[in-house]
């Protein structure tokens, strides 16, 4: 069965850092794109980051960018995501989803990052 | 940056009604890249459609997605109770890697 599973997030103070993992199982990792992708409490979808399979090519949202770092280690099926500078509205529910070609075919279940004052 | 919008932002209907979902794209959109999700409350979106109009697996046939450049759309024959939910559309392109919809809800009327 394919599956991600999400952990790390928390209650953290404003200004603080937090590291995300997502771990994959029943597929061939390494060979897939991957995205960390968020939700405020209440609303929508917000795309936060892509890492490419490899590794080696990364994008961010203007909205994390200089503040997150995602990295992956295809050795041990994990994704990861770096959150440092924690603002109030980084507050969200964090999903990982693999990329196919023009869609995002597996999420997992999403963590919890909650940043406080 | 391509701009999705959704309309209507909630829609009421009966089971086994028809329900009827747009998507807008401030730019054409490549059909290959659109896409169409459900999300339940408390849960991860759930693909239904890709390529704009190809069904995902396991989905049922009772959905399925039309349009094209900038004008797309999701539908849903014969509504079940598990299809009471909110939809996203989502267009791929390089910056931002993607882009949401802001959702239509679809309640129990």
């Known amino acids: 069965e394919v599956q991600l599973v999400e952990s790390g997030g928390g209650l953290v103070q404003r200004g603080g850092s937090l590291r995300l993992s997502c771990t994959a199982s029943g597929f061939t990792f390494n060979t897939y794109n991957m995205n960390w992708v968020r939700q405020a409490p209440g609303k929508g979808l917000e795309w936060v980051s892509y890492i490419s399979s490899s590794g080696y090519v990364m994008y961010y949202a203007d909205s994390v960018k200089g503040r997150f770092t995602i990295s992956r280690d295809n050795d041990k099926n994990s994704l990861y995501l770096q959150m440092n500078s924690l603002r109030d509205e980084d507050t969200a529910v964090y999903f990982c989803?693999?990329?196919?070609?023009?869609?995002?075919?597996?999420w997992g279940q999403g963590t919890l990052v909650t940043v406080s004052s | 940056e391509i701009v999705l919008t959704q309309s209507p932002g909630t829609l009421s209907l009966f089971p086994g009604e028809r329900a009827t979902l747009s998507c807008r794209a401030s730019?054409?959109?490549?059909?290959?890249?659109l896409a169409w999700y459900q999300q339940k409350p408390g849960q991860a979106p759930r693909l239904l459609i890709y390529?704009?109009?190809s069904r995902a697996t396991g989905i049922p046939d009772r959905f399925s997605g039309s349009g094209s450049g900038t004008d797309f759309t999701l539908t849903i024959t014969r509504l079940e109770p598990e299809d009471f939910a909110v939809y996203y559309c989502?267009?791929?392109?390089?910056?931002?890697?993607?882009?949401f919809g802001p959702g239509t809800k679809v309640d129990i009327k």
């Open positions: 989502q267009q791929y392109g390089s910056s931002p890697r993607f882009t």
């Open positions: 390529g704009a109009s």
């Open positions: 730019q054409s959109v490549s059909s290959s890249y």
């Open positions: 989803a693999r990329e196919k070609p023009g869609q995002s075919d597996c």
